[in-house]
């Protein structure tokens, strides 16, 4: 298959399975509900070192957020619900509740299971906090020096998938780069899946295991182009450069969309070829197959495994 005169490979990424959730941040202005996303975010590139993978998903408008003012929208993931769970209570408690003039909802409607956040974070108020329903949901209040931070009792979270992925072959790291700012441009705004590394690109694409006795992952050799003729290349000898785009979503159909999107507008001068990170298969229960994906625009991934608890191991 070719596209646009670049050659994608036929193979497929290797996703795994997460637990994902999404957290609505208001404010009096958009500056301070941008100011919680962004630290709420830090951090946030790899389950390997940073135990959540998350992003800013996007703005909210007045209109759509519980309490009518300005908002915005962050998509987490953990490999597996307790992880979630502690990682939306730190980073509410340390980036949401600590910000001024914010409030903090759950935004999804549903979801196998529920984390409790404000249910948790509640015992900050030292027992002048305050609990209150509103159309059936319920909130707590708790006292802060500028009022009171207004937070989702409880939170859904649901089975997600985290390391949908492609990786752009370049004739030179500048065409590389181009080629995966165009996909970072062209998926960045869509609902549901978030890229989170740095400017939604990967440079240090990693393998699973090291000969280094305790590290769960290190780099991948046969794309490194400086490394070209002491290991197995994965490279034609034209690539100087490689970027890898990885994607986290809230489901296997939005993640597979955000692909076909992303590698669509990649493909264009000074890109080689377009492949994707796997494993063999063994790892990972989605198998994202890039021809499919391409041809049909997206859909329902393969799955070769169980959907439950397995933990991501490499970006």
Known sequence: ???????????FAEAFAMWGARVVITARSERWAMEAARKMTGMATSVIGCGVEAD????????????????????????????????????????????????CFDGL????????????????????????????SRYNRIPVMDGEFLVAHSFH??????????????????????AAERAVMAIDGMAGVIMPFPGGIVRSG?????????????????????????????????????????????????????????IRAACGPGVVAVTAGNYGGKLGPYHMHLHRILGGGGGDGEDDGDEGEAGAVAP
């Open 1 to 11: 298959m070719r596209l646009n005169g670049v050659a994608i490979e036929d193979t």
């Open 56 to 103: 800013i998903e996007g703005p909210v408008a007045c209109a759509d957020t519980p309490d009518g003012r300005v908002g915005v929208s962050v998509l987490l993931f953990a490999p597996n619900r307790e992880g979630i769970r502690k990682r939306l209570v730190d980073r509410v408690g340390q980036c949401v509740l600590t910000c001024p003039t914010t409030a």
């Open 206 to 262: 990693s393998k699973v295991g090291s000969h280094y006795k305790g590290l769960m992952a290190s780099t991948n050799e046969a794309y490194c182009p400086t490394l070209r003729g002491r290991v197995n290349t994965a490279l034609p000898a034209n690539v100087g450069a490689v970027y890898e785009v990885v994607l986290d979503g809230l489901n296997v159909a939005v993640v597979e969309q955000a692909m076909a999107v992303g």
């Open 109 to 136: 409607a549903a979801g196998e299971d529920v984390a409790l956040v404000g249910g948790t974070l509640r015992f900050f108020g030292d027992g002048y906090q305050g609990a209150k329903r509103v159309d059936g």
């Open 157 to 178: 979270i649901t089975r997600s998938v985290g390391g949908g992925n492609f990786l752009l072959l370049g004739e030179t790291q500048e065409s590389a780069l181009a």
